[in-house]
């Protein structure tokens, strides 16, 4: 009754809107493209740019094929982006509007590449909705290409910007290790043809990730490394442990780990025994719960609005991990299940806005913040963080 997840449609938006010069056209009513962009917005800070044929009840009765058209050539004209990403919603999908065809019909006259995805809200989930944009975007534009001399990887389903993501490419090329491409948060159109020339895929997110670098090594025999998002101390140094020993490369990793641990111990001192409950995503909980476990704080409950390939094994890894589990399940119960865990902390993002103030319990947002949260610095930044909320809740 009161999902925690969202749609296809808004997936497919999201993965496409994270790339460069690249616009998505929603082939639906206007409130399809104004909620998201709003949530987008809200989400990121930035400005999302969204096109959308913005559809009527004429519309969905007798077709709307030529308004999409127009659409194309009007947004083409007006925006000059490299690519467009044409998508269906629930409206169109029901109707039966062939998307393809008309921008297979229109292309010629447009000076940007087209994709489409079905994009239906109701045919599945977000997840679904990031990896139908990736695949695309592989099937089309990824050909042949030679490896680097130097290491070089792929980062596949990664959607977010921000430091976190400046400071992982950072560190990888400080390593030695060239980024060739994230797939998609910054990337060009160009980027995405550089794909095929890199040695090694890593994957954080294993909801919409691994299909995208399972179809990578069929076509282009690139192996890939799944690994949770490196957050936190021992998981961020097994990430670029196991990159440095795919590579070979000799750099002192352990020095600046043991460096981080001191400070990070210095943190624990004061957060140790404080119950938290993490509720996030999938592609973040292992991590977070490792960083709180080395805390010394108790993971009481950790909720997330779906589950990919490699979740659960990754959080029967944490040491210690004993936590309650939540997979998609309504708010009201995630409501119910923090009044029950009694946390001192509910690590999450905005959304869970509501649930602190109801609760009356303090919440890190570690989703959309602009503050670093991945790698070693980001531990300390997160400890810093729920130091500082928990402490200003007590007065």
Do not use: W
């Amino acid at each position: 009754m009161e999902p925690v997840s969202t749609c296809k449609l808004f997936g497919a938006v999201r993965a496409a809107a994270a790339m460069k010069n690249t616009l998505p056209v929603i082939h639906g009513p206007r409130g399809c493209g104004y909620h998201i962009r709003y949530l987008l917005t809200a989400r990121g800070g930035k400005r999302i740019r969204i096109a959308s044929t913005e559809l009527v009840e004429e519309d969905v009765v007798f077709g709307a094929s030529d308004k999409l058209r127009r659409t194309l050539m009007n947004a083409d004209e007006t925006h000059h982006p490299d690519l467009m990403v044409v998508m269906s919603s629930c409206a169109t999908s029901i109707i039966g509007e062939d998307i393809r065809r008309v921008a297979e019909e229109s292309a010629g006259d447009l000076g940007s590449e087209v994709i489409t995805v079905s994009a239906g809200g109701f045919e599945s989930t977000q997840g679904e909705g990031y990896e139908e944009v990736m695949t695309a975007l592989i099937e089309k534009f990824c050909l042949e290409g030679e490896p680097p001399r130097e290491p070089g990887v792929n980062i596949i389903g990664e959607f977010r910007g921000g430091p976190d993501l400046r400071h992982i490419t950072g560190s990888l090329e400080m390593m030695g290790v060239s980024v060739n491409c994230v797939l998609t948060a910054g990337c060009t159109l160009d980027d995405v043809r550089r794909i095929p020339s890199a040695h090694l895929n890593l994957s954080f997110c294993d909801v919409s990730g691994i299909g995208p670098c399972r179809l990578l090594e069929e076509k282009f025999g690139i192996p890939f490394h799944h690994h949770p998002f490196p957050m936190g101390l021992s998981n961020s140094r097994e990430f670029y442990a196991g990159i440095l020993r795919y590579f070979s490369i000799d750099y002192p990793l352990e020095e600046v780990y043991h460096d981080f641990m001191d400070a990070l111990m210095d943190r624990a001192a004061e957060l140790k025994g404080l119950r938290a409950a993490i509720v996030s995503g999938p592609t973040r909980a292992a991590a977070l719960a490792g960083l709180l476990s080395e805390l010394g704080m108790e993971v009481a409950l950790v909720s997330m609005d779906m589950i990919g390939e490699y979740t659960l094994e990754n959080l029967g890894r944490v040491p210690g991990f004993r936590s309650r589990v939540l997979v998609g399940t309504d708010v009201s119960d995630v409501e119910d299940a923090l009044r029950d865990a009694e946390p001192d902390v509910i690590v999450g993002g905005l959304a869970e806005t509501c649930l602190s103030e109801g609760l009356r319990v303090p919440l890190v947002d570690v989703m959309h913040g602009s503050v670093l949260t991945a790698g070693f610095q980001g531990a300390l930044n997160v400890a810093d963080k729920i130091r500082d909320a928990v402490s200003c809740s007590r007065g």
